[in-house]
C-alpha cells in the first residue's frame, strides 16, 4: 500500500510538472569572476553580475498539451494500482482472518480428539489389566492418543502461523 501510495504522489508530481512546462518561469543569478594573469604581471580582471532570467515557451507545437495527457493517464494508472492494492490487501485480510478462525475451531477439535484418545487408551489400558482386551488393542490405543496429540501441535502451529499473518497484513508487526 505504501508503495501504491508513493506511486500516486509520484504521479501527480508528474502532473503537475507537466503543467508548469507551459508556464513562465523566472530565476535570478549573481555571478563573480576574479582573473589573474600570469604573463601579464599586474593584469587583474574582476566582474560582478546580477541578474534575472526570465523564459516563457509561447509556442510548444502541442508538446505541453501532450505531456500533460501523458502525466494524466500516468496519475490514473497508479491511482489504479492503489485500488487494485488495496482490494488485494482486504482479499488477503480476509482469507488470514478465515484461516485464523479455521485454525482455531481446528485446535479446539484436535483438543477435544486428544482428551478423548487418553480417555480411551485408559479404558483400553484397564480392560487389558483384567484380560478384557489384548495388548495389542493398548498399543494401538497409545499409538492413537500420539497421533491425537501430533494433530493437536499441527492445529496449534497452523493457529499460530495464522495469527502472525492477520498480525503482519493489519501492519501489526514492526520490521
Known amino acids: 500500500m505504501q ?94 482472518w478465515q484461516g485464523l478462525a479455521t485454525a482455531r475451531r481446528m485446535t479446539e477439535a484436535s483438543r477435544l480428539r486428544r482428551d478423548a484418545a487418553e480417555e480411551a487408551l485408559r479404558g483400553t489400558r484397564l480392560e487389558a489389566r483384567v484380560g478384557a482386551r489384548p495388548t495389542l488393542a493398548v498399543l494401538d490405543a497409545e499409538r492413537e492418543a500420539i497421533e491425537a496429540e501430533a494433530a493437536l501441535l499441527q492445529a496449534e502451529g497452523m493457529q499460530t502461523v495464522a495469527a502472525w499473518q492477520l498480525n503482519a497484513l493489519s501492519g501489526n508487526l514492526q520490521p
Open 3 to 96: 508503495q501504491a501510495r508513493a506511486g500516486v504522489d509520484a504521479a501527480r508530481a508528474g502532473v503537475r510538472a507537466a503543467k508548469a512546462e507551459g508556464l513562465p518561469s523566472v530565476g535570478a543569478f549573481a555571478e563573480a569572476a576574479h582573473v589573474r594573469d600570469q604573463f601579464f604581471p599586474g593584469y587583474r580582471a574582476d566582474s560582478v553580475a546580477v541578474g534575472v532570467r526570465g523564459r516563457w515557451t509561447l509556442w510548444a507545437g502541442g508538446r505541453v498539451a501532450a505531456q500533460t495527457r501523458a502525466a494524466d493517464a500516468d496519475l490514473d494508472a497508479s491511482e489504479a494500482r492503489l485500488r487494485q492494492a488495496g482490494q488485494a490487501l482486504e482479499g488477503m485480510v480476509i482469507d488470514a
